[in-house]
T-cell receptor
Framework: AQSVSQHNHHVILSEAASLELGCNYS??????LFWYVQYPGQHLQLLLK??????LVKGIKGFEAEFIKSKFSFNLRKPSVQWSDTAEYFC???????????FGSGTRLQVQP | DTGVSQDPRHKITKRGQNVTFRCDPI?????LYWYRQTLGQGPEFLTY????????KSRLLSDRFSAERPKGSFSTLEIQRTEQGDSAMYLC????????????????????FGQGTRLTVV
């Protein structure tokens, strides 16, 4: 079975602060990894994805994530957050032979101006 | 808007009533997924279709739930005899999966989500 754990449930930052959201997954084989974002009142949108190759992936809006296979982690980072980054962030995984994403419980990010 | 659309956006129903939701995926997408999301949780997988075939169902999908995708395009999710525990956001997503067996699963798993149907059972 595949599972995802997001350790930070609610994060409050001031504008320009750096962000790192933790994500750990559990699966015994090859995985694809994703970060989705849900802005207030909007649908889930893909921020970035890792399929293979360079473990440091860059997404939209200045976000990046690093896949560390030995730690089963895929943490999301942004060097300087903006008020408009206020949203809920979900890490998701799909393993070889599976078709549907498994999501973590999400991290609510609140950026204060 | 050429994204995934869901109808209705909100549904309030009395306990015991049946409800049906509709999802229209991105037109060229052959995979369609249903998820359920409750407050403070991430989306939980319910079921998925490849074209008109329902290929996987979660244990979360009780006998009161049924999903169809009759022509491989839009899909419906019906909940019979609704219970208060069914109150949630029901999300639909679609993706394009190649039928070419030479392509790995890596090309097939980026899913696009609709805005969801919020169900409240009173």
């Amino acid at each position: 079975a595949q599972s995802v754990s997001q350790h930070n449930h609610h994060v409050i930052l001031s504008e320009a602060a750096s962000l790192e959201l933790g994500c750990n997954y559990s699966y015994g084989g090859t995985v694809n990894l994703f970060w989705y974002v849900q802005y207030p009142g909007q649908h889930l949108q893909l921020l970035l994805k890792y399929f293979s190759g360079d473990p440091l992936v860059k997404g939209i809006k200045g976000f990046e994530a690093e896949f560390i296979k030995s730690k089963f982690s895929f943490n999301l980072r942004k060097p300087s957050v903006q008020w408009s980054d206020t949203a809920e962030y979900f890490c998701a995984v799909v393993g070889t032979g599976r078709r549907a994403l498994t999501f973590g419980s999400g991290t609510r990010l609140q950026v204060q101006p | 808007d050429t994204g995934v659309s869901q109808d209705p956006r909100h549904k309030i129903t009395k306990r015991g009533q049946n409800v049906t939701f509709r999802c229209d995926p991105i037109s060229e997408h052959n995979r369609l997924y249903w998820y359920r999301q409750t407050l403070g949780q991430g989306p939980e997988f319910l079921t998925y279709f490849q074209n008109e075939a329902q290929l996987e169902k979660s244990r979360l999908l009780s006998d009161r739930f049924s999903a169809e995708r009759p022509k491989g395009s839009f899909s419906t999710l019906e909940i019979q005899r609704t219970e208060q525990g069914d109150s949630a956001m029901y999300l639909c997503a679609s993706s394009l999966a190649s039928s070419d067996p030479r392509l790995t699963f890596r090309a097939n798993t980026e899913a696009f989500f609709g805005q969801g149907t919020r169900l409240t059972v009173v």
